[in-house]
């Protein structure tokens, strides 16, 4: 057998013997004849000693490389070797043109092939040139040939304006190799194929260059000037790749799980970095990622499965990874394998409960993965299991959504979730997660709760089983065998809640907290919120943010409504020490949201519909009532004598708890069923009729409904056209005939049509269209909700959250928005709100204080500015008893709610110019305020921003564009000053004089005096008058003094020795005859 040689094993050499010397960096590949020994020698000893000899001891006359293979000096190469190839690169860098010499030795018709192979970030063995020739004449005789090879220039040349996007190549590799023309060799064989039947074959490797180290191509075009110009104001700038981290924080704070259907939702983006992005995309079918998370259980999975953390494709379907928490307490990790199938194991141990325990998951090639879990701070390890699959997954981490907690597909876990971190590219050892327990002491607290209430419970119980074996009964506990200690807990704060509602029930708080705190122990989380509320203001009790925190994530996992709005709207303005957090915030909000619809038509519990009244507002005071109120009276009187208004608005009264009447269904049903049956009122005939359909305080009647309501339909009330398609669909299963009543209830502007619409697409029973259209579902939900439907609310905000429909992008704050705006519908929110405003029109003070502080820590802005507003009403009561300041935080609150008043945005402006204990003065923000409430049509908004740019603030050019005010017409301050004035008096309701009218008038009087005291005319008028007054004092001088000067004749007296009686000036001499007058006191005789 012939053996070749060291190119043979090309790309990597064999080591039988060592390479002798070449000449410069060059690479061949020999095949001697079979024997080993070199014809010529004989096979002697001395010969081959000889030739070794010479072999060693020969000098070097180039370059050694360690990437090639080293040749014998020509002279021996015809008397030992037969095939032979190598090749001499003149510079070893890539070029555009690098010259190559190959030399090579063929036995027989061969053919020599060339080829450049590159590899880039992106992808490998790429060939970028390839060059082959015959050598049939010349054979063993060794050959040389010149070879350019060319490169491409976005391989050679940095980016210009002609070369865009040079790449980033990691590795050049040039190979050479000879195939015999009669064994496979032919130059229309392909290229793969005739390296295989390859004779001597050689690589070398080419050195690259950065793109930012290269030259810049001479393209022997010249640029027009200003296309050069903004070329080299960007040629220098090195891009940098975003600093972007395959781990991912999934969670950072606590989150409550009630066990129910809601979750957080996360969704992760395509990598903006190329390299990860390409990274991930490889591994796509190989998927190798760490999952570690934080989890305190209190109870295993009461249906068969509970979810953790699970992924949902774009088809909404389970993907890798979903891992669930079984009944027995085992994990059921579920996996979607790449040829379409799902693969599903279960945990051989079982989850702790009530302890904290980090749960780490690694898969690693989509064929093992690794389940930890370690205890406590400190990682005492706990369980670990190592599984193997024989299966490829399938893993497309941005192809759909992950789910923590429940969701409408699956519950969620009944406990509490830590920190959770995601590493989408690399596996880890449990040692090497970093992942600590961030909020350690509120999880001790936790703990430390649950191990309380573990006490109570079972004192309870025990005291329980005491009372009924005939011992003695304390009214707190029940009255039969069948209480449970749930029970025991409502009727302990049935009574704590008596003493809060006394006349100075605020100074009873701090004895009622033990009550409380057993209340939450035995389960009733109403007092798990009363106590949240009482720590995190400080009402009463001392302020402990951290104690507050504890009872409001408590209340959140015992699904108590008041709670979870409490932790919904700290994460969705990140307020109080929570992390601002929209995910988090929906996934608490939704949860109330989706009970809201179902705790409206129950009608159970206390509940009371949710008003929006302002104590501000004294017209909609006065009209609050009670049974025995008068404005109920004159309803009742009226509705009596068949008014049909009256009858509708007494029901309503009556059904739902509005105005200050005590819910009573029954008695509503009876006046929409008198209204309905003596009235031909059309509204009234619906709502007896839906009434009668759905059994809601009376017995059933479908025929005496449906007759209703094709009468009400038959008058053109859109809601009972809709009711029509409800009673097809519902009833009949007719979904054509349904379609039809909904498609004209829609025409007529009915929001539930277009919601049921949806639904049909979405099931894909819309006549005509077979199958599911979510696109167009989404289109009417999404009309049903601008339209107020409830039910379509909720499907707009689930497709916010998600991100899985096109006409609905991501939007996580838009999701929470519309979800609070449901939640805040709730009955039992309304029932607090209703007692507060029932106490502060009672004149009770302290149990008004007390419910709006309740109902104001859920986020809702009506009770937050009523709160406020009793505060600023009764400074003495909030100081005494609040340890927050009331006035500015709950301002404060409200102005960053959709839909503040006008008067919160006054109000906060006020507090920044003036400055408010201890804040201190901001007009910037001042100004901001006030800016709001203008936009906001208030007049007294336009009017305090003129005041201020009297005063000589500077209103700043953002806010001018907030307020639609040009700075190019208006440029001055004088300019907007009436542009503020005249917009305060065109909002401006009062029909007389009004603030604003008299301050433009002033304005503008001003504006007068100033034109007339700075213009030409009056400089004239002056120097007139001036010169007027001037000339008249110097005539009204001269003629003084003219009249003083003037002679008096003299007259004889009769008595010749008296004295005249005034002196007399005898005329002056010539003034050439005499130098000085003669003066003379009297006459001569």
Known sequence: MQRRGAGLGWPRRQQQQPPPPAVGPRAAAMAPPSGGVPPGLGGRAACALLLFCYLNVMPSLGRQTSLTTSVTPKAEQSMAYKDFIYFTVVEGNVRNVSEVSVEYLCSQPCVVNLEAVVSSEFRSSIPVYKKRWKNEKHLHTSRTQIVHVRFPSIMVYRDDYFIRHSISVSAVILRAWITHRYSGGDLNVKWEDNLLHAVAKNYTLLKTVPPF?????DHQVCLEWNMDYIWNLRANKIPQCPLESDVVTLLGFLYASSGENTGIVKKFPRFHNRELEATRRQRIDYPVFTVSLWL????????SLCGILYFVDSNEMYGTPSVFLTEEGHLHIQMHLVKGEDLAVKTKFTMPLKEWFRLDLSFNGGQVIVVATSLGQDL??????????????????????????????????????????????????PAQILNPLLEKQLADRIKLYYERCAEVQEIVSVYMSTVQQGGGRPEALPRNQNESVLEVGGRIFEKAVKRLSSVDGLHQISSVVPFLMDSSCCGYHKASYYLAVFYETGLSVPQDQLQGMLYSLVGGQGSERLSSMNLGYKHYQ????????????????????????????????????VETIRLKDEETLKVQTKEDGDVFMWLKHEATRGNAAAQQRLAQMLFWGQQGVAKNPEAAIEWYAKGALETEDPALIYDYAIVLFKGQGVKKNRRLALELMKKAASKGLHQAVNGLGWYYHKFKKNYAKAAKYWLKA???????????????????????????????????????AQGGHIEGTLWCSLYYITGNLETFPRDPEKAVVWAKHVAEKNGYLGHVIRKGLNAYLEGSWHEALLYYVLAAETGIEVSQTNLAHICEERPDLAKRYLSVNCVWRYYNFSVFQIGAPSFAYLKMGDLYYYGHQNQSQDLELSVQMYAQAALDGDSQGFFNLALLIEEGAIIPHHILDFLEIDPTIHSTNISILQELYERCWSQSSEESFSPCSLAWLYLHLRLIWGAVLHSALIYFLGTFLLSVLIAWTVQYFQSVSAGGSRPTPARASSDPTAPTTSPAVTPAADASAQDQPTVTNNTEP
């Open 296 to 303: 305190y259980l209190l109870h295993y999975c009461k249906a």
């Open 380 to 429: 005492k390890s706990y369980h670990n299991q190592t599984i193997s699959f024989r299966e490829d997954f399938y893993y497309n981490d941005t192809a759909g959504y992950f789910i923590i907690g429940g969701s409408r597909y699956v519950t969620g876990i009944e406990g509490f979730f830590g920190p959770l971190k995601y590493y989408r590219l690399h596996t880890l050892h």
């Open 574 to 609: 990140g307020v109080d020490n929570y992390p601002l957090d929209w995910e988090l915030s929906y996934a608490y909000y939704s949860n109330i949201a989706t009970k809201t619809p179902l705790d409206q038509h129950t009608l159970q519990g206390d509940q009371a519909y």
């Open 746 to 784: 829609e025409e007529m502007g009915n929001p539930d049509a277009s919601y049921n619409l949806g639904v049909l697409h979405l099931d894909g029973i819309f006549p005509g269209i077979p199958e599911r259209n979510q696109t167009l579902a989404g289109e009417y939900f999404h009309k049903a």
């Open 213 to 217: 180290e290269r030259p810049f191509k």
